[in-house]
């Protein structure tokens, strides 16, 4: 025996199948949809879901005040931490004659020094600020010389030592960073000088706002460089 559907019930069969179909397919273009906000939100984000302050430098972390010194330019002028002062400025401790990480702490700082003098915005504002832990043999002479196998331009960067153990406390004291002498590393079992390759960042109200290290990591470099521009633009 067969059984065949009226003209009505089978028309409402077809209606409600037509009505499921056209649900999934909202339902596939919803989640299509959602999807594509999410990727283009992931990839703009940063400059929608940033918190106040972002990009102005003030969400930047305060890691204390920078430590004052008194110590000597590579031309043998005073110069001390109120002359900086108004100035954002970049430090790192290194010496001359230092083989290990300071000819690639100076590279990344001519990188620096070369986008500081590329940037009108930059100019007058930012200053670089190497220090000798070697004072005994790293001489204002000796500094201007090493500044100038650099191509270092004085007036963005500076070059200091000072009076044996100054600069060395400053960075042990000051910056909460590693250095001293080794007894016997040098080479002919001279005492060998140790020293951190990172770098501090400090606010032009003089406050250390971060620590990196380029010399290991290119993303420490790029956050250095981001993070030097978002205090630039903060006025």
Not at 1 to 21: K, N
Not at 36 to 42: G, H, K, M, N
Not at 94 to 120: D, H, W, Y
Request: glycine share 12%; net charge neutral; with cysteine.
């Amino acid at each position: 025996m067969s059984f065949e559907l009226s003209p009505d019930l089978h028309g409402a069969r077809v209606r409600r199948a037509g009505s499921a179909a056209g649900l999934v397919i909202i339902l596939i273009i919803g989640v299509i949809a959602a999807a594509v906000a999410a990727f283009l939100v992931s990839r703009r984000g940063a400059r929608f879901l940033r918190p106040v302050g972002t990009g102005s430098g003030e969400d930047l972390p305060i890691l204390g005040q920078a430590p004052p010194f008194e110590l000597i330019d590579q031309d043998g002028k005073p110069f001390s931490s109120r002359s900086l002062a108004g100035k954002i400025w970049i430090a790192n401790f290194m010496f001359t004659r230092c083989a290990n990480t300071c000819p690639v702490q100076a590279k990344k700082l001519a990188g620096l020094e070369a986008i500081v003098k590329s940037a009108p915005d930059l100019a007058g504002e930012i200053r670089l600020v190497s220090l000798s832990v070697d004072a005994e043999r790293d001489l204002p002479a000796d500094l201007k010389a090493y500044a100038r196998g650099l191509g270092a331009d004085p007036a963005l960067w500076v070059f200091l030592t000072g009076p044996p153990g100054d600069v060395a406390r400053l960075s042990t004291e000051g910056f909460q960073l590693a250095a001293g002498v080794l007894p016997g590393a040098g080479e002919g079992g001279a005492p060998g000088i140790t020293h951190s390759d990172r770098f501090l960042l400090v606010d032009r109200e003089g406050r250390l706002r971060g620590r990196y290290r380029p010399t290991v990591d290119e993303a420490d470099g790029a956050l250095l460089e981001r993070d030097l521009r978002r205090l630039a633009e903060a006025r």
